[in-house]
């Protein structure tokens, strides 16, 4: 057999094994192919954006933004999550590993990495302590209107994926925030409240909110959430070491 004819043989065979999973990764290839799409992705590997915020950025019509989030979506490459601050409005996220590899990750820049929720209970607490555990950049965590502490439920689950969590405590973003600080809401009211006020940019993962539930369940699926995010944000800071998986 010659080398061409076992190539070709190879990828008949791979197309035959994996007609499902190939066609997947050729649908978002080709969801990608165009120039405002890809730009979105790019976007949202960052920071989850409503379609608007979209919109503005592509300086887009609003049937134009529709379609692209169409395409997006059927190509499996997006979900949308309604807020849990406004509910007429929907924020746009990346699906997890569907990207892996696929697109570029511009790095982070600013000397400290903020992550802020309306109380700084769970969620940013969380974020707070995964970045610690990941990255040498300075990091730190507040709330627009501060819990008295933070919640029994984020405690237990840093405990329970063996995160360490020192003594934590809640803090007033007014109260911490610097300059040359890069801005990030998990929570959709902080992000909400930010947007409207803030002169800076704040990026956004929108994570749903753990202590609403109050389970064990829900505070380890945001702890998952967050640990994926921060995981690939830590990555592509310039001094982050080798981030383990």
């Known amino acids: 057999m010659t080398w061409t004819s076992a190539y070709r043989s190879a990828i008949i065979e791979a197309m035959n094994s994996e007609p499902v999973q190939l066609k997947a990764r ?35 019509p609003t049937n ?41 990750q511009r790095p982070w820049m600013g000397d400290r990495v903020v992550f802020v ?15 610690r ?29 063996k995160l360490p969590m020192s003594r934590p405590s809640t803090h007033r973003l ?18 909400e409240e930010l947007a409207g006020t803030s002169d800076r940019q704040v990026l956004h993962w929108s994570v749903r909110d753990p202590v609403r539930v109050g389970t064990d369940r829900a505070f380890d699926e945001a702890f998952e959430q967050i640990a994926v995010r921060v995981r690939r944000a830590a990555a592509t800071h310039a001094s982050t070491p080798e981030v383990p998986a």
């Open 26 to 60: 050729a649908d978002r290839h080709a969801a990608l192919s165009d120039v405002s799409r890809l730009a979105v992705v790019d976007a949202l590997a960052r920071s989850d954006l409503s379609p608007g915020e979209i919109g503005r950025m592509l300086g887009a």
């Open 64 to 104: 134009l933004v529709a379609h692209h989030l169409r395409v997006l979506r059927e190509a499996g490459l997006i979900t949308q999550v309604r807020s849990q601050g406004d509910a007429r409005r929907t924020y746009v996220q990346l699906v997890p590993e569907a990207l892996d590899g696929l697109i570029g």
């Open 117 to 131: 929720c309306r109380q700084n209970s769970a969620r940013s607490q969380l974020a707070e302590a995964l970045w």
């Open 133 to 161: 555990r990941l990255s040498t950049v300075p990091v730190a965590s507040a709330g627009t209107d501060p819990a008295d502490r933070v919640h029994p439920g984020a405690i237990a689950a840093a405990r329970r994926h």
């Open 174 to 191: 007014s109260d911490v925030l610097l300059a040359s600080d890069v801005l990030i809401a998990l929570c959709d009211e902080a992000h």
